[in-house]
């Protein structure tokens, strides 16, 4: 069965320091990767996404993120956290030929000054 | 902000009752898809329309069902409502060019909880 694993539940990071995000999926072929930000109280916005190509993404609010085939990650980077970065973070895939997303099961970033 | 608006924010309701949770999407945006997200089950995908149509099913159950209205705005309706579907109901909707190729833009959730 397709799957997501977001193997850290939650992050703790000082302000300015890097940030690296894992993420996993198993699935038989490469699907469509995602990474979504979720802030307290608020619905889900896309950082970035990897449909095909250059397998390094940029993203929106400094955000990249690798695609590695080989070791079927997404992990999601950042050099230099700002303290609005705190969030839980999803990744996600769609499956080829669904639209549906299948997401992880999250990480919750937090950003110390 | 989004542009996919959902209504209302929170609904407070009693076991065995019946709720509706509304939907509308992005301007242009043919496909709405619904998404329940809660504390044992994280977020998981309920269904998607596609203008007008049923497209795909996930984990929904029985007691839930959903549409999708000529004007393209979605209900989710949860009947027999048990405290286990307490949760955050998220509406998403996308590109009407090609749905698959497009990002999912979310609403900001119906808060239910079951009492």
């Known amino acids: 069965a397709q799957s997501v694993t977001q193997p850290d539940i939650h992050i703790t990071v000082s302000e300015g320091a890097s940030l690296e995000l894992r993420c996993n999926y198993s699935y038989g072929a490469t699907p469509y990767l995602f990474w979504y930000v979720q802030s307290p109280g608020q619905g889900l916005q896309l950082l970035l996404k990897y449909f095909s190509g250059d397998t390094l993404v940029q993203g929106i609010k400094g955000f990249e993120a690798e695609f590695k085939r080989s070791q079927s990650s997404f992990n999601l980077r950042k050099p230099s956290v700002h303290w609005s970065d705190a969030a839980e973070y999803f990744c996600?895939?769609?499956?080829?030929?669904?639209?549906?997303?299948?997401f992880g099961t999250g990480t919750r970033l937090q950003v110390f000054p | 902000d989004s542009g996919v608006t959902q209504t209302p924010k929170h609904l407070i309701t009693a076991t065995g009752q019946r709720v509706t949770l509304r939907c509308s999407p992005r301007?242009?945006?043919?496909?709405v898809y619904w998404y329940q997200q809660s504390l044992d089950q994280g977020l998981q995908f309920l269904i998607q329309y596609y203008n007008g149509e049923e497209r795909a099913k996930g984990n929904i159950l029985e007691r839930f069902s959903a549409q999708q209205f000529p004007d393209l705005h979605s209900e989710l309706n949860l009947s027999s409502l048990e405290l286990g579907d307490s949760a955050l109901y998220f509406c998403?909707?996308?590109?009407?060019?090609?749905?698959?190729?497009?990002?999912?833009?979310f609403g900001p959730g119906t808060r239910l909880t079951v009492t």
């Open positions: 996600a895939v769609a499956p080829y030929n669904t639209d549906k997303l299948i």
């Open positions: 301007s242009g945006d043919l496909s």
């Open positions: 998403a909707s996308s590109a009407p060019r090609d749905s698959r190729l497009g990002e999912q833009y």
